[in-house]
């Protein structure tokens, strides 16, 4: 009897005591949350924190109680625990979401778990977990199944574009009305989780919820992929990812490559090939005139040949759309009014005698700058190129006369390809940079994507690199290579006298 009556108010108490606990956990969990996640996901986890605005993709509105990046099964309730978890201890690449790993402890990463999933009253379990079956190991075999299934009724093409760059002509809405673009496949760098195999599975298999990016193991789409065909897409756009021209953050210099006869003016010539390239990264240019914070290009690859009379550069970089002002198509699939892609190489005016740059932005009076200028023309005008002489922002000038600068472009699945070109010297000192076989010149890189709006000091930049003409292979060498053999054959000479004396005294 007692032993019944104890029992009961166990029973009735235990849920008061969970609840208390959960209490204390919300607490501690709200606190982390007003210090660190506040300020973009709101008070209310709404995602309209006072940051939020200038955020591209925005903050997540915890209310809905919606996770993109999540294993739970395609039609479950809500994602696993996990899934959350691993976002917030890892952030999200590409998005201004932070990894908290390194800042908040174990125990503050659950506690401020519990209390965003309080916003939609998230609580238990999912009601369904992706099956991964069993994981087939990359083959070359299974990369070209892959393929197959991406681009098969346009399955995956149709927004992520045939070469994976995102590049399909397909304006795409999330949830809430904002604008989203198709990852560039080729970009890993970019996923919000991973590419790994195992993570891409999963993105298929649920898609991404929030988004356009529907699910593939939904049996009701006509799209539907079984378990072993996603791991041949998953391996396929694995395969996809870059290798070369991705940033190597020890390069600082663009190596130009001295060449005998014409250099190529097509930027589609092989002998680009054999140049070395460069990859840099571009950022936002936030700090002068009007800003722009959500710049669609984050790298941009450079090299550069050369003769005995000018210098070429080589401009490379991913854009998803061929902007074309005046374009109906292009139109109906950008948000505002378009402008011509385009982009600038900065130069100083004169080569700095040591390590010193002119200012990053255009220069200044102390230290003008030359840009050489390219953008890719609308409906109405064709491409155009020139230089504009600047001394900051503000003090722009284009040239009347650009003399014998030259800029051409191509695009072709999502990849800008363009080259400059112009004499090592202009014999105009006072206006032009000089160029010198084995100087260091400062360079660096201004790129607009004129689909996402970006125009005049909206743009995307990278930080100075360096130029150089790395003294040709032409005569030089040949000279060293006689001396040294010159050389070599001395040395025989002293030590085969050496050797016939050294035997005659031994005998
Ligand atoms: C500087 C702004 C910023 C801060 C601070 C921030 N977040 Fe975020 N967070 C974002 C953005 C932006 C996204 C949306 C990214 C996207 O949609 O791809 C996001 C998304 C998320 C997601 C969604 C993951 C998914 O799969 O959908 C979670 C969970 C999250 N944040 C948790 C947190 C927590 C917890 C904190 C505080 C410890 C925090 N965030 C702090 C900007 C921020
Ligand atoms: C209707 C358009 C659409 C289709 C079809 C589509 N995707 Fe996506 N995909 C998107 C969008 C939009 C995003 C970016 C979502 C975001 O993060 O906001 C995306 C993102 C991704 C990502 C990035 C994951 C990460 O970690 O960041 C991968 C991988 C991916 N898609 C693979 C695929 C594959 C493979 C297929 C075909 C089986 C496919 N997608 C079909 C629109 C689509």
């Known amino acids: 009897m007692l032993k019944r009556a104890f029992l009961a108010t166990v ?32 008070e209310d986890g709404d995602g309209l924190g006072p940051a939020a605005e200038r955020l591209n993709p925005p903050p997540r509105d915890f209310t809905l109680g919606l996770y993109k990046f999540v294993t739970s099964s395609f039609d479950a309730d809500m994602p696993n625990d996990a899934d959350i978890l691993r976002m917030i201890q890892d952030g999200m690449p590409g998005t201004a979401m932070p990894g908290w790993s390194d800042i908040l402890s174990e125990q503050e990463i659950t506690d401020v778990l519990t209390y965003i999933k309080y916003f939609a009253e998230l609580e238990g379990e999912p009601d369904g977990q992706t099956d991964f079956g069993t994981q087939i190991t990359s083959s070359a075999d299974s990369i070209a199944a892959g393929k197959l299934l991406f681009e098969d009724g346009d399955r995956c093409s149709e927004c992520h574009g045939v070469q994976g760059k995102g590049d399909a002509i397909k304006k795409l809405k999330d949830d809430n009305g904002d604008r989203t673009w198709p990852r560039n496949l080729t970009k890993p760098w970019t996923f919000r989780v991973s590419n790994d195999p195992r993570d891409i599975f999963a993105r298929i298999s649920v898609g991404i919820p929030t988004t356009q990016m529907p699910s593939f193991a939904d049996p009701a789409s006509k799209k539907s992929l079984t378990i072993e065909e996603r791991w041949h897409v998953a391996n396929y756009v694995t395969s996809l990812a870059k290798t070369e021209k991705v940033v190597n953050p020890e390069n600082f210099v663009i190596q130009g490559a001295r060449v005998q006869g014409d250099l190529p003016n097509s930027p589609d010539d092989e002998l680009w090939e054999t140049a070395a390239h460069s990859t840099f990264m571009m950022v936002p240019q936030i700090v002068g005139g009007e800003r722009f914070f959500t710049t669609a290009n984050d790298t941009v690859t450079a090299r550069a040949l050369y003769n005995s009379d000018q210098v070429a550069i080589h401009l490379e970089w991913d854009d998803r759309t061929n902007s074309i002002p005046g374009d109906e198509k292009a139109a109906s699939i950008a948000d505002d009014e378009i402008f011509e892609d385009a982009i600038a190489i900065q130069l100083p005016r004169t080569i700095p005698a040591g390590m ?3 200012y990053f932005l255009m220069g200044d009076t102390a230290n003008p700058v030359n840009l050489w200028s390219w953008s890719s023309g609308s409906t109405e005008t064709p491409e155009t190129a020139g230089i504009i002489d600047a001394t900051g922002i503000e003090g722009q000038q284009p040239r009347n006369d650009s003399g014998d600068f030259q800029a051409t472009g191509s695009y072709r699945d999502g990849t800008w390809r363009v080259v400059m070109t112009r004499a090592l010297k202009t014999g105009n000192p006072d206006e032009d940079l000089q160029f010198e076989e084995g100087r260091f010149v400062p360079i660096s890189f201004f790129v607009w994507d004129g689909s996402n709006s970006e125009t005049a000091t909206g743009h995307s930049i990278t930080t100075w690199y360096w130029l150089q003409l790395k003294p040709g292979a032409t005569f030089k060498p040949l000279i060293y290579g006689i001396l040294s053999a010159l050389f070599v054959l001395l040395l025989l000479v002293w030590w085969s006298r050496n050797a016939r004396r050294r035997d005659r005294s031994a005998a």
Do not use: F
Request: with cysteine; aromatic share 2%.
């Open 11 to 42: 029973l009735v108490l235990a849920p008061m005591l969970t609840l208390a606990q959960s209490d204390e956990e919300l607490e501690r969990g709200e606190a982390v949350y007003v210090k660190r996640c506040l300020q973009c996901h709101g």
């Open 356 to 358: 010193e740059k002119p």
